[in-house]
């Protein structure tokens, strides 16, 4: 470790500041419980976890819907490994291949449009998930496939925005937080403009902030810095990957493809304009649509508590399940199955938290 | 799940396909979202996709704290 890093860990231990900062990055998530940062913050310095892992954040009912859909004969289901083991109301995806689902698990979206060619007389559909990083990676396969020509390919679209779920949770009364760090690879397609925005709006600083653990430490000393001196503005630490401006081409090919649509959270409930679905010009690739599936209403696993971590209300081992009844070989909720959510990360690196 | 790995542009394909090298390994990868990236640009890769262009410098040092941090966790 360099001095760069012994530097800022001293500086931040002695700060007196009482502060509540969130992150909202599954990625984050697991390099701060990795990195054992939260074990050397004094305790008036809380890092909370917001909702920054798409798959815990994805609803109940979607997950129902995916596994229902898998299990039709003509139906191949292609997805991020992420989601195989989360548990539906009735079993998981990987349960259903177990059963004779057939299951593709890819690291592209692209893969799907090999799949989508080699197996004309199947239905394809891509289980597309994950925030404005992901997003335009799968805008950008459904417009190729629109060229290709591969009309038994279609997605169901659970993509989800983070701008409106930071609005949730700032007008959550129940939910203290006073500084923001933003999510780095969502930064490297929206720019800086958004955070900019809520932060004024807010009143909360935030800082787009890179993964490794020198970066983390420098993004919780500029979040102090500016609520030490009462500013609250979106600062970009992350600069070798993040342009002020973001990604325009990503930007433009979300909006020829998706629109914004109302969507169920886990935990934080309907959300305006929160979620991402296929606009006029491409409603043909929509997986619900095409299959005509009514997805559901919302339920919650009982006992579970990943909404209340979710929104940062709970801290993942107040939870009575928490490596009890719910551990990562037997996970109850989302949380805990998801490598980088926050249950699992705190499971995971326990030992380093204090 | 928004997980970034540096690589470096070896070959642009027809129809925004690429040839990334990542950490040894020869990936195909799409540049439908950077159409301007050329040969020799270090780029961050997710999900098959290049994202953005980002410094030689800093994506060697990105590198090298991944690999770190693999050694750490062994």
């Known amino acids: ?354 | 799940m928004c997980l970034g790995v540096p690589g470096q542009i070896i070959e642009i394909q027809p129809d925004l396909g690429a040839v990334a090298d990542i950490d040894g390994n020869q990936v195909t990868i799409s540049v439908a979202l950077l159409p301007e990236v050329e040969i020799g640009d270090y780029v961050l890769i997710h999900a098959g996709f290049a994202m953005e262009i980002i410094d030689l410098q800093l994506a060697i040092e990105t590198k090298q704290l991944l690999q770190e941090f693999q050694e750490l966790n062994k």
């Open chain 1, 1 to 354: 470790m360099n001095s760069n890093v012994f530097q800022l860990m001293e500086q931040i231990k002695n700060e007196k500041i009482n502060c509540s900062l969130m992150e909202v990055c599954g990625t984050h998530t697991m390099a701060i419980a990795k990195s054992g940062i939260r074990g050397i913050l004094p305790d008036n310095i809380r890092l909370l976890t917001g909702p920054g892992c798409p798959v815990c954040v994805t609803s109940q009912a979607d997950i129902d819907a995916v596994i229902e859909l898998s299990c039709h004969p003509d139906v191949i289901l292609v997805t991020f490994g992420d989601m195989m083991r989360v548990p539906g109301s009735k079993g998981s995806l990987q349960e259903a291949r177990s059963q004779g689902a057939d299951i593709r698990i890819v690291y592209s979206p692209l893969e799907t449009l090999e799949i989508a060619s080699e197996n004309p007389q199947r239905q394809v559909v891509f289980l597309g998930i994950g925030f404005e990083t992901t997003a335009p990676t799968v805008a950008a396969t459904v417009q190729r496939a629109d060229q290709l020509k591969l009309k038994n390919l279609s997605v169901y679209s659970v993509h989800k925005l983070v701008p409106p779920v930071l609005r949730a949770i700032f007008t959550d009364k129940m939910v203290q937080v006073d500084g923001l760090i933003c999510p780095g690879h969502v930064s490297v397609v929206t720019g800086i403009y958004p955070f900019a925005e809520l932060a004024v709006q807010f009143q909360k600083p935030m800082v787009i902030t890179g993964f490794d653990p020198e970066d983390i430490l420098q993004g919780i000393a500029l979040l102090i810095g500016q609520l030490k001196s009462g500013e609250a503005k979106a600062e970009l630490q992350y600069r070798r990957a993040v342009r002020p401006e973001g990604n325009p081409t990503a930007r433009q090919l979300l909006t020829q493809v998706f629109e914004p649509v109302d969507a169920l959270w886990r935990g934080l409930g309907a959300i305006p304009a929160s979620g991402l679905n296929f606009n006029i010009h491409y409603r043909d690739y929509d997986a619900r649509r095409r299959f005509q599936i009514e997805v559901g209403n919302e339920t919650e696993i009982p006992g579970c508590s990943c909404g209340a971590v979710l929104s940062g209300k709970l801290e993942p081992d107040q939870c009575p399940l928490f490596g009890n009844a719910c551990t990562p070989i037997q996970p109850v909720g989302p949380c805990m199955v998801s490598q980088e959510g926050a249950c699992a990360a705190t499971y995971r690196y326990q030992l380093l938290r204090r």
